[in-house]
């Protein structure tokens, strides 16, 4: 579908509208499938009329309270909350200029599509979120972009990291109102602990004691985002923008690299900005009316293939393991394998 959109000049919408078709039907007709599937049934299913809030993100307490006041099922409400994340993805490919439709299917469909549809659900309402927020932007619709990108801390904690990554790819530094939102987020920061403290204890702990795989785990991800700095030092941008962005990209793969070496929140944290950097480029060159140079277009083709292959190896790697593994695939209603 890439090559066709790429053969009509990335004109059309339809190649890419039907990859989202295909992608969708895999990820909302799933039976078990998905690493996280299964836990996502049993907490939507304790969304019942008993339910206590514990410091869950409250716009996914709220939706999958909805789904299941009306599904009686967490099976039927989790599927739906994947739909829903197709649903916005059409939504932002109906609005899309070209550098939002190329980024879409070069990187964005081959690097996340299957993981945050059928697995970190949490987070991929948030991305699509942070997605259409950005869009919003592009096309000076700030006030609900702001809306939609508050929203996504509604629905994962730690979109904060790729919202404040784009927001400082975006602001310009020396401005003082933008130096004084620094200590608006850390009380904010504060408040949300206050609000939420034994949640994020328990999360705290649960990666404190959670160790990376090997000490070269995350490495798919650094060698991506080095991909795109790498690609920016050749772009068109002004100095001063891709400066900006190469600080931004390279200090944040460092220091979470550094941290997914003793703790498992490091490798979240770096695919959090994966998600977020290429989207900070994005709308640098629509803020400056640039369309994606060759170096730019050449490094998503590429990291969305290195992504596609090493998420392959992962579902490969886990298949079989757990009570809803990503392989082997197979529809609901059907049995295992079949």
Not at 88 to 107: H, P, Q, S, T, V
Not at 109 to 128: C, D, E, H, K, W
Not at 204 to 232: I, M
């Amino acid at each position: 579908m890439f090559f066709l959109t790429g053969l009509a000049g990335n004109r059309t919408r339809l190649f890419i509208a039907i990859s989202l078709i295909v992608f969708m039907v895999f990820s909302v007709m799933r039976g078990a499938v998905g690493t996280d599937t299964t836990n996502y049934e049993l907490i939507v299913e304790g969304f019942s009329a008993d339910y206590v809030w514990g410091g869950m993100e409250p716009g996914f307490v709220l939706l999958g309270k909805a789904l299941l006041s009306v599904s009686d099922s967490g099976v039927i409400a989790v599927r739906v909350l994947s739909f829903l994340i197709f649903a916005m993805l059409f939504l932002y490919l109906g609005r899309a200029d070209k550098n939002e439709r190329f980024l879409l299917i070069a990187y964005i469909l081959p690097t996340f599509v299957y993981q945050y549809s059928m697995n970190g659900l949490r987070i991929g309402l948030a991305a699509m979120l942070l997605l259409l927020a950005t869009q919003n932007v592009r096309q000076l619709r700030y006030k609900s972009g702001m809306v939609l990108a508050v929203s996504a801390l509604l629905f994962h904690y730690s979109s904060l990291v790729s919202l404040l990554f784009i927001w400082a790819s975006w602001s310009r530094w020396l401005k003082t109102s933008n130096v004084l939102v620094v200590p608006f987020v850390v009380c904010a920061l504060l408040f949300l602990l206050s609000l939420n403290g034994d949640y994020f204890l328990a999360k705290l702990l649960s990666y404190q004691d959670s160790e990376s795989p090997n000490p070269l785990s995350g490495l798919s991800k650094v060698g991506v985002l080095l991909l795109f700095v790498a690609a920016l030092f050749f772009s068109k941008l002004p100095n001063a923008e891709k400066t900006k962005l190469i600080v931004l990209g390279a200090g944040f793969t460092i220091s979470f690299w550094l941290v997914s070496a003793v703790s498992y929140a490091g490798l979240r944290f770096l695919d959090l900005i994966s998600f977020a950097f290429p989207v900070a480029i994005l709308l640098t060159y629509s803020r400056l009316a640039l369309k994606f140079d060759t170096t730019i277009k050449l490094a998503f083709i590429m990291a969305g293939v290195l992504s596609a292959a090493s998420g392959y190896r992962n579902f490969v790697a886990e298949e079989g393991i757990g009570p809803s593994p990503f392989m082997p695939y197979h529809f609901i209603g059907f049995p295992n394998g079949d």
